[in-house]
């Protein structure tokens, strides 16, 4: 390894380092402090870099590569305000749990408190938000800075990849020259002879960092064993996670052995993907599960929880209500259940434990108490179909969403409406498809650039779900398309401001519901298409919406598809199917106490 100079031969070093520890993408936001990280990015064989120019969408595009592969992305700024718009991105990072290496340049120690240009105090500050926080030493050609460097390097991408993932920062000061200018005598001539382990590093990582994997002991796994054996009522509840956790495998076989039905968040990997004759999965508990006790529905008496807390607010009350032990699993002892009435925390690794406790439980729940919840399934589903030809409400625009999408697509999800939406009218089916969201945090910044990150890194195709705000908040995002070479189905719900306060007590206050609220804007999206290259297409029912997104799904290029709703007619329409299921299944279970 040559290098002009030492800012030069320090950033090589660190991204040839990253590289042989497994960062092969990085994201890179211009900038001049940081031009020594950009060039060697840049020049490195072995990394897939891209250049975006918002760095609030550049943090979040690199989310979205990393949520989507499992694998650290680096992303990469310069110093000052620019540091700060990577925060949002990284806040989601650590929530949900996906590995980030986030490298910002930063001036010399000296320019630090003096009024210098474009110098803020950038040690520690994503706060507890990051896994690992170091400010590197100056750039220096001795071997054994080098070596540290190297070492740092490794241990950083081992804390984002460990347990649990999350973001890490490094913040990396240089002086100039920053570009790759001869400076003589800057780097000893003979340094690579005299220091060739530094200068060069190890054949792969210079580093090996090896991990173990959380298990319980037997007497707690026999704990557990017993306690699912005793129940008849259990369930499995599937929480978001960003890959299936358990695998599907393994869920399903510890489904199939105690015989509880499974509640699948859209989020978890378990909604879709699953075998018709595998486990009940069921994707309408949101609608139903509320009046459960009305329905003398009994509670379960085990419940086993993977991922984190369900997106469903129902759901969390059902659990909250009921009266059970309560398995919360967790691989890093993280304590992801809200309303603190789990029984028990097991720290372990989910798909280990799932497929060890299959292998143990012999003694299989009530079929009865499967049935009640499959039957219950088919009767929700039947409804929906059948409202969602008839009915003009957004959540006809995400059941469609769901059932078109083909195998082996990614589905990005935003918050707000359309993943509510998602949960209560996205059926359950056994075609294979990525859902993503961003429900770490649960903002409504950076849903565009989640989704074009995570559709740069799969050859699937790519549909992302938003409203009209999420939208908003993330138009540069949308540069991406070109700049990452990315093609999507990109369909806009706009009900013209926050639909979601329609679901809050404050909608009844008008003054000041509707302006400070749900804040119309009447903005027309249509020349945005222009601006990045893309289709625009407007319908006004969920019917018409169909058509086009099929079409959408079959063409090249990208399609926004805009579905101009009213939000407060979908949101009535809602509470019209709960009310109307609410009847059907009080009427079912009216008969099956008559016997009838």
Excluded at 379 to 385: F, K, M, S, T
Excluded at 480 to 499: F, K, P
Aim: negative net charge; proline residues 8%.
């Amino acid at each position: 390894m040559t290098a002009p100079n030492r800012s030069v031969l320090w950033a090589q070093t660190l991204v040839a380092e990253l590289a042989a520890a497994g960062v092969n993408r990085a994201v890179l936001a211009p900038g001049s402090r940081s031009t020594p990280l950009t060039v060697a990015f840049a020049a490195h064989e072995d990394v897939e870099a891209v250049s975006l120019l918002d760095e609030r969408s550049a943090g979040f595009y690199a989310l979205g590569q990393a949520a989507q592969t499992g694998e650290p992305t680096a992303i990469v700024t310069t110093s000052g305000t620019a540091t700060a718009n990577l925060h949002p991105a990284v806040i989601e990072a650590d929530a949900a749990r996906v590995p980030l290496v986030v490298l910002t340049a930063d001036r010399p120690p000296e320019l630090h408190d003096s009024g210098a240009n474009q110098t803020i105090d950038q040690q520690r500050l994503y706060g507890s938000a990051v896994r690992q926080s170091r400010t590197l030493p100056e750039p220096a050609p001795r071997s054994r800075a080098l070596r540290s460097l190297r070492v740092t390097a490794a241990r950083a991408v081992q804390s984002a990849t460990g347990t649990p993932p999350g973001p890490v920062h490094l913040n990396v000061p240089f002086r100039k020259p920053l570009e790759p200018t001869p400076v003589e005598g800057d780097v000893p001539a003979d340094l690579a002879d005299r220091a060739p382990l530094a200068v060069e590093g190890r054949e792969g990582p210079f580093v090996d960092v090896s991990t173990g994997r959380p298990t319980l002991s037997d007497a707690a796994r026999d704990d557990v064993v017993d306690a699912i054996e005793d129940a008849d009522r259990g369930l499995i509840v599937a929480g978001p996670a960003n890959q299936p956790s358990p695998t599907r495998p393994a869920l399903a076989a510890l489904a199939e052995a105690t015989g509880f039905p499974v509640l699948a968040d859209p989020l978890s990997g378990h909604r879709f993907g699953h075998d018709g004759d595998g486990p009940v999965v069921c994707g309408g508990y949101d609608s139903y599960l509320g009046a459960a006790e009305a329905w003398d529905w009994p509670d379960p008496e085990v419940v086993v929880r993977f991922g984190r807390s369900p997106t469903s607010k129902v759901c969390r009350h059902y659990l909250r209500d009921a009266q059970a032990r309560q398995f919360v699993v967790d691989p890093a002892g993280r304590w992801p259940e809200a309303e603190f009435t789990a029984t028990d925390l097991l720290v372990a690794e989910p798909t280990d434990l799932a497929d060890d406790l299959a292998t143990q439980v012999s003694t299989p729940g009530s079929e009865a108490w499967r049935a009640r919840f499959a039957e219950t399934e088919r009767a929700y589903w039947a409804l929906i179909e059948q409202r969602r030809e008839t009915a003009d409400f957004e959540g006809a625009i995400l059941s469609h969403i769901a059932a078109d999408a083909p195998a082996g697509a990614t589905l990005v999800v935003s918050n707000s409406m359309p993943v509510r939406d998602l949960d209560r009218f996205g059926k359950p089916r056994e075609a294979s498809i990525r859902v993503l969201g961003n429900r770490g945090a649960s903002g409504i910044d950076g849903v565009t650039s989640t989704a074009l990150g995570a559709g740069s890194v799969t050859d699937g195709p790519l549909v992302l779900a938003i409203g009209d705000l999420a939208f908003y908040h993330d138009l540069t995002g949308l540069l991406a398309l070109d700049r990452g070479d990315v093609e999507a189905t990109i369909v806009l719900v706009n009900n013209d401001g926050g639909g979601i306060f329609h679901m809050l007590p404050i909608e009844a206050f008008d003054p000041p519901f509707r302006d400070f609220f749900e804040t119309p804007h009447g903005l027309d999206f249509s020349p945005v298409a222009d601006l990045f290259g893309a289709t625009f297409l407007s319908v006004e029912t969920p019917g018409a919406f169909a058509d086009l997104y099929r079409e959408s799904l079959a063409s090249s290029g990208t399609q926004i598809i805009e579905v101009q709703t009213n939000a407060t007619d979908s949101h009535r329409t809602r509470e019209a199917l709960a009310d109307d299921l609410a009847t059907r299944l009080s009427s079912r279970s009216d008969e099956r106490e008559h016997g009838q």
